[in-house]
Every structure is written in C-alpha cells, then in structure tokens.
T-cell receptor
Framework: LAKTTQPISMDSYEGQEVNITCSHN???????ITWYQQFPSQGPRFIIQ???TKVTNEVASLFIPADRKSSTLSLPRVSLSDTAVYYC?????????????FGPGTRLSVLP | DADVTQTPRNRITKTGKRIMLECSQT?????MYWYRQDPGLGLRLIYY???????NKGEISDGYSVSRQAQAKFSLSLESAIPNQTALYFC?????????????FGSGTRLTVV
C-alpha cells in the first residue's frame, strides 16, 4: 500500500501558479497517481491521473519524475474558486478501490 | 441529473436506530464504493463492490452493511446507529477498466446520530 505525504495546507494569491507536491516513496510498478479536488460538503472530483513524465489537461498539469517517488500537481493562474482540499492518491487501477487511501489532503486557500 | 445520486442529503437519527443510505448511478459502471469522511480528515473506505455479486469490506466496515440491488444501486445500512457514526458519507463509482478516469462521487449524505 503506497503511503502518500503532502502538505497540510498552502496559501496562494489569485493569478499565481500553485504547485502541490506529493511524496510516495514506496510506489509500486503498477501504481498510478491520481489527484482529486474537494469543495466543502461535496464529493471529491477527479482532476488528473498519470503514470510517468507529464500529463496535462484543461484544468491542471501533473509532473512525475523518472523515479516516480513524488509527483507535483500544478494549477495555473488560480482563482478564488480553486480554494479546496486536494488529495493525492496512489494505487493500482486494476484493483481500484482496494488500496486507494484518501489522506487528509492539502487545504489550498486562494486569497484575493 | 447527477451521475451519482445519494439519498437522503441530510439525516438525523437516534442512537440504536437502523438507517439506510441509498446510492444510484447512471454511469453504467460495475464498480461502486461507500466512503466515510469525518471533519478535517480524508475519506475512509467502508465497503466496495466490483459487480452485483461481489461485496468486499473496506477499512472500516464494522457497524455497517451493504446491499448491491442492481448494477446501478448500492445501499449502505447502519444496523444500530451510534453517535460516532456521525459523519459525511459518500458513494462513488469508477470505470470498469479500473478507474482510468478516477472515481465519480455523489454529493454526500450528512448523517447525525443523536
């Protein structure tokens, strides 16, 4: 079971780029890295998933170094509406649900 | 309509009562999950089901039971509710190919046991 470590909280200002790093030193060969966003009283929302190198979608980018022991979620030009909790999950998609653990996440506060 | 619908949205119940939380999904996925979230904490897996005939315990299944009535429906029951089961409960579903697009969560049920 790949344990993840991420900062408990971060502050940023509107318009800045925000990078949230997650450590997962014991990631397994078949594990993928997935990031979720959660607003208060809502269910988490899938943001992005990757296996190695860089993945980009319309919302964020995910950077994964060659050793895969960490990953960085990058949110370009954040706005107040990006204030949320961000979770990093690591696990094997073939057994999705059996070994995915949502830790406390990173609480991002975007200030005006 | 939402992809994953949970009912009720809010519920207050008394200690010792049996309560059922319901979940239905329109994604057509085989995989469904129940999670619990306590204030300031992450989500913990209660039960999961990979198809109609498959039920598995998660990290914190004690005091809970589930029923997979159909591919689209997955219910969570608290046999005898206790105050420390007060929490936000989420149902989720994932792709049949193992979740390449992640989980899709419902909006949650806020349960208070008094």
């Amino acid at each position: 079971l790949a344990k993840t470590t991420q900062p408990i909280s971060m502050d940023s200002y509107e318009g800045q780029e925000v990078n949230i790093t997650c450590s997962h030193n014991n990631i397994a060969t078949n594990d993928y890295i997935t990031w979720y966003q959660q607003f208060p009283s809502q269910g988490p929302r899938f943001i992005i998933q990757g296996y190695k190198t860089k993945v980009t979608n319309e919302v964020a980018s995910l950077f994964i170094p060659a050793d895969r022991k960490s990953s960085t979620l990058s949110l370009p030009r954040v706005s107040l509406s990006d204030t949320a909790v961000y979770y990093c999950l690591v696990g094997d998609n073939r057994n999705y649900g059996q070994n995915f653990v949502f830790g406390p996440g990173t609480r991002l506060s975007v200030l005006p | 309509d939402a992809d994953v619908t949970q009912t009720p949205r809010n519920r207050i119940t008394k200690t010792g009562k049996r309560i059922m939380l319901e979940c239905s999904q329109t994604k057509g996925h085989d995989r469904m999950y129940w999670y619990r979230q306590d204030p300031g904490l992450g989500l913990r897996l209660i039960y999961y089901s990979f198809d109609v005939k498959d039920i598995n315990k998660g990290e914190i299944s004690d005091g809970y039971s589930v029923s997979r009535q159909a591919q689209a429906k997955f219910s969570l029951s608290l046999e005898s509710a206790i105050p420390n089961q007060t929490a936000l409960y989420f149902c989720a579903t994932s792709d049949p190919d193992g979740g390449r697009n992640g989980y899709t969560f419902g909006s949650g049920t806020r349960l208070t046991v008094v």
